[in-house]
Each structure stands twice: as structure tokens, then as C-alpha cells.
């Protein structure tokens, strides 16, 4: 979760957005979710998103899908981890990726500034296998 977001945060900035962006670290190793909130627009005052207002929501783990409905707002878009074929992807590791390339098609964010995200949050033997998980999400997002 904290690399999506990192990406996310990353591909908005570049795209000329205030960012805003929070993490709540560790709590999986004491059976909850490890959870990144990204607030991005012309001007952000806070990088919280209260309960009930998430635009977008990606959950990435299978046991935390029933777990999220408090927190994406009326008429908010959830993508889960089943939005795309992880069979498809070359590395299990890159269905975060995977999932903002679904994402991605719902947000006025270029392409370019997408793949920049991606190039500056992963080492260089890690590029090819993350850029093609974003290609088969934003397939899967059509």
C-alpha cells in the first residue's frame, strides 16, 4: 500500500497537483491493514481523508474488501484486487501497480507522468515488470 501511494502521489505531483499524503504504518503485523491516504487537487489543506468521503478506494489484500466500506464516499469508485488477471502479471508483487493502472483511467493524470512515477519508486530491474502491470490494469480499466 505505501509504494501505490507513494506512486500515486508521485504521478499527481508531476501533474502539477498539491499533494497531500498520509500512512498508517505496522498495523498488519497486529491483524489490521496498513492503510495510505492521498489527497491531490489544485489546493489540498490536508492529507486525511475522513471516513465516508474517498473518491477512489484500492484495496490490495482479498481480506480487506468488506473491511473498507466506511470509507468511500457516496457515488466513489472501489478497486479491488480482483479488478485485474493477477495470473497475467510477471511479478505477484506488482498487483499494487497493477491496480493504479486501473485507476489511472479514471483520473486526469497523463500517461507520462504515470510511468515517471513508477521509473522514480522502483529500482531499474523492477521497471519493466511494474510498467507492464500498470499496462494490464489500465486494460483492465477500460
Known amino acids: 500500500m505505501i509504494r501505490a501511494s507513494d506512486i500515486l502521489a508521485c504521478a499527481a505531483f508531476s501533474a502539477g497537483l498539491d499533494v497531500k499524503k498520509t500512512e498508517v504504518h505496522g498495523m498488519s503485523q497486529r491483524g489490521g491493514a496498513v492503510i495510505g491516504d492521498v489527497r491531490f487537487g489544485r489546493q489540498v489543506h490536508s492529507p486525511m481523508v475522513p471516513p465516508g468521503e474517498a473518491d477512489f478506494l484500492l484495496v490490495l489484500a482479498d481480506d480487506q474488501v468488506e473491511n473498507s466500506h466506511d470509507l468511500l464516499g457516496k457515488g466513489g469508485l472501489r478497486i479491488g484486487p480482483d479488478a485485474v488477471d493477477r495470473a497475467a502479471l ?20 497523463d500517461d507520462d507522468d504515470w510511468r515517471k512515477a513508477i521509473r522514480d519508486n522502483f529500482k531499474p530491474e523492477l521497471h519493466q515488470a511494474n510498467q507492464q502491470a500498470f499496462e494490464l490494469g489500465r486494460a483492465a480499466g477500460q
Open 90 to 109: 510477471a511479478n505477484r508483487r506488482s498487483l499494487n501497480v497493477a491496480l493504479l493502472g486501473v485507476l489511472s483511467r479514471h483520473l486526469d493524470i
